[in-house]
């Protein structure tokens, strides 16, 4: 069976390159792309979500984060809008393009991502962190050191000039152990890993 796989931008980013597309090949996988703007599509999914909240607007595109903090600070200001995170809107596109094709392979940048991923049970489908695509194929890698993640921190900085920026655990920790403030941000952007996806543990061997 034909088995395509799916390179998501962080790992593209830290990895990517001719020799990693030649090796994939060469093991029987052809790459794959999304042809839609997911990033837009969710981003203006927030705007709307903003527009109709009573309270503060969680970012969903982090799942350990929604997790950390729903578990350990469960603040009752924030809402959670049912938005996938931009990695499963483009699984969604792949699975109904490549239906009955072939095989897809969808990498993430982090195992929660993989484990969310996995939960839609979308038939032919099989999510993996870039790390263990890697391992499982014995590709050879080349890192790159990154500055910033691909997906940088501000995402939703255009919608809206109340976001407050929670990009680590140890900022979400600060946050929510002090009292919650007076005037809410509209949207809380929160992302597990300190300044993005870029040290997940899927991409970032020192993360594991
Ligand atoms: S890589 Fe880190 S910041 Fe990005 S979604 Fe996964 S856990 Fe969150």
């Known amino acids: 069976m034909k088995q395509y796989v799916w390179l998501n931008p962080?790992?593209?980013?830290?990895?990517?390159?001719?020799?990693?597309?030649a090796?994939?090949?060469a093991k029987g996988m052809e790459p794959v792309e999304c042809r839609l703007d997911h990033a837009g599509f969710v981003r203006e999914k927030y705007r709307h979500?903003?527009?109709?909240?009573?309270?503060?607007?969680?970012?969903?595109?982090?799942?350990?984060?929604?997790?950390?903090?729903?578990?350990r600070y469960a603040p009752d200001f924030l809402e959670y809008p049912p938005i996938e995170p931009i990695l499963l809107h483009c699984a969604r596109?792949?699975?109904?393009?490549?239906?009955?094709?072939?095989?897809?392979l969808v990498t993430t940048p982090c195992r929660a991502?993989?484990?969310?991923?996995t939960s839609l049970r979308l038939p032919g489908v099989e999510f993996l962190t870039f790390l263990e695509l890697a391992r499982r194929h014995g590709i050879?890698?080349?890192?790159?050191?990154?500055?910033?993640?691909?997906?940088?921190?501000?995402?939703?900085?255009?919608?809206?000039?109340?976001?407050?920026?929670?990009?680590?655990?140890?900022k979400m920790d600060d946050y929510f152990s002090a009292p919650a403030p007076k005037t809410l941000p509209?949207?809380?952007?929160?992302?597990?890993?300190e300044g993005g996806c870029h040290r997940g543990d899927g991409v970032w061997e020192g993360a594991e």
Do not use: T, W
């Open 10 to 21: 962080v790992s593209v980013a830290m990895y990517g390159g001719d020799d990693l597309i």
């Open 23 to 25: 090796q994939l090949k």
């Open 49 to 71: 979500a903003m527009g109709k909240a009573g309270g503060c607007v969680a970012d969903m595109r982090c799942p350990l984060a929604v997790d950390y903090v729903k578990e």
């Open 93 to 104: 596109e792949l699975h109904q393009r490549l239906l009955g094709a072939g095989e897809l």
């Open 113 to 117: 991502l993989k484990e969310l991923g």
């Open 140 to 170: 050879s890698l080349h890192k790159k050191e990154l500055e910033e993640s691909p997906i940088p921190p501000g995402f939703f900085a255009e919608l809206n000039d109340r976001i407050e920026i929670l990009d680590s655990r140890v």
């Open 186 to 193: 509209a949207l809380l952007e929160l992302l597990y890993c």
